[in-house]
């Protein structure tokens, strides 16, 4: 028995052999070992990790250049928008500049107005004049006016009489201030004809009632000719 099964066991072992010689002969001559190992599971599995790799690497590089490139022209935009704006904003200086100087020359110029509004002669003081001009300064300042007045004044009665007591035109006005008819100075003395005092004490007080200052009857005068 056992000799039987000891050759029935060698003939399958040897029909195994036989099998298996022939399977390994073909794989020799019809396969690829490299072609085998490209198929195999598992180096497939590499393969597409492999190309998943470099198709990220790729895509990172682009990306990181776009970064780059839109980040540089992104600044140099934002640097130019700065250089505008600095450039507006030293501009909008400058006019501000100009405008501030322009009011202020205008302030001074009107401040020199106000001082002086009517550009009229303003004495220091009283000894500047002599005669009814003294005379008239001294009462100007007695009946609450300044030196600036007192200039308005002077210069008025210039132009009206040139401050002669006994100046007259042909229509009848008279006397330092021109008053018209000259009878109206009666008001402050019966000598209104002669005495400069009595004169410059009625023309003060007409001045006062009808414009306020010599220098409003000054300005009206320079307007229209007359006060």
């Known amino acids: 028995m056992i000799p039987l099964l000891t050759r029935y066991g060698a003939k399958v072992a040897a029909v195994l052999v036989l099998a298996l010689g022939a399977v ?18 598992s180096q497939a599995a590499a393969d597409q990790q492999a190309e998943a790799e470099e198709a990220y690497e790729e895509v990172r ?6 970064i780059a490139e839109t980040a540089g022209a992104d600044v140099t935009v934002k640097a130019e928008a700065v250089g505008d704006y600095a450039l507006d904003k030293a501009a909008g200086l400058d006019s501000a500049q100009e405008e501030a100087d322009q009011a202020a020359e205008e302030a001074e110029a009107a401040a020199a107005a106000n001082a002086n509004p009517t550009s009229v002669d303003i004495p220091a003081s009283c000894e500047e004049y002599s005669g009814n001009k003294a005379t008239g300064c001294a009462m100007a300042l007695d009946a609450g006016f300044d030196l ?13 009489s040139g401050w002669n007591h006994l100046a007259e035109n042909s229509i009848g006005a008279y006397g330092i201030p021109q008053a018209l ?14 005495n400069p005092v009595t004169q410059i004490k009625w023309g003060l007080g007409y001045i006062e009632g009808r414009y306020g200052t010599p220098c409003e009857a000054w300005n009206h005068s320079e307007e229209v000719g007359w006060y």
């Open 24 to 41: 390994i002969a073909v794989n020799a001559v019809t396969d690829d070992p490299a072609e085998q190992d490209a198929q195999h599971p």
């Open 61 to 66: 590089y682009l990306h990181v250049n776009y």
């Open 148 to 160: 600036e007045q007192v200039g308005c004044l002077v210069a008025l009665w210039d132009r009206e």
């Open 181 to 194: 008819p000259g009878p109206k100075m009666e008001s402050a003395g019966s000598d209104w004809e002669t």
